[in-house]
């Protein structure tokens, strides 16, 4: 009989820290995919934001077109256009602004330098 309990306690026991086991596991799981899925709906957020519109750039015409300091407004149309950057080099109407050598300058003073293409 005192085998009997032994076994059975033994069993319980086991199947008592089996169970606790998968359980922090399971959770362990699962915080790791909702990490996951935030940082992937994060991303997505940022880029179905931007709008590609060259007229967002408009406070930066006096810095490019003088030796102005950008203006944190200039900086911060910049940096959320830069997905667009490429698009404004291709387009030869585009090409002359965005390119420039003052231009070039303030996304980089911007911290955002223009990539090549």
């Given amino acids: 009989m005192n085998h009997q309990l032994i076994l ?3 069993l319980s026991l086991s199947l008592s820290v089996s169970t606790t086991s998968v359980r922090a596991k ?6 790791a995919v ?3 899925l935030v940082l992937l709906l994060a991303e997505a957020h940022i880029s179905v934001a931007v709008t590609c519109s060259p007229t967002e750039l408009s406070s930066c015409v006096g810095a490019i077109t003088s030796s102005t300091p950008p203006s944190k407004l200039c900086c911060s149309k910049i940096k959320e256009q830069k997905p667009c950057l490429c698009q404004y080099l291709k387009n030869p109407n585009l090409k002359k602004f965005v ?13 955002t330098p223009i990539p090549k293409c």
């Fill in 8 to 10: 059975s306690l033994s």
């Fill in 26 to 31: 399971m959770k362990v799981s699962y915080i």
């Fill in 34 to 36: 909702c990490a996951v």
């Fill in 99 to 111: 390119n420039s050598p003052n231009a070039r300058k303030v996304a980089s003073t911007c911290g």
